[in-house]
């Protein structure tokens, strides 16, 4: 294994934080999975989800643009790391942290794959244009 040092953005790193703590997993091995190319079992169930987005209208795509975890599963998500700061978690209260997060995950490539294709067509509204590169 290779050591390299990385400045993260702090909300980026803020999310490796609560992906580590609701998986008790190191935040080191949480960015090497988003760094590392999804397995091809794994990219199997997303790929065409993220696909079916290129025939989407304008206003969908917007909408997805400004998608957050639903307000109930990003509190019972807050929940459930907290619990894991007091205590070990169930193995069924860290089977659903890990599908709360995995969901998390899924709404936010949809979310950059919106704002992706916006830009494409030339219809990225202003206040999104400061989230991009």
Known sequence: MTTITLDLPQDIYRRAQRTARATQRPVEQIVVEWIQPPAEENRSDVQPI???MEKLTI????????ATLPTSEAARLQTLLAAQQQRTLTPSERQEAERLVAQEDLTTLRKAKALFLLKQQHALPPKFAALLP
Not at 59 to 66: G, M
Request: no cysteine; net charge negative; hydrophobic share 55%.
């Open 50 to 52: 993220v696909a079916e």
């Open 59 to 66: 206003d969908e795509l917007l909408q997805i643009a400004q």
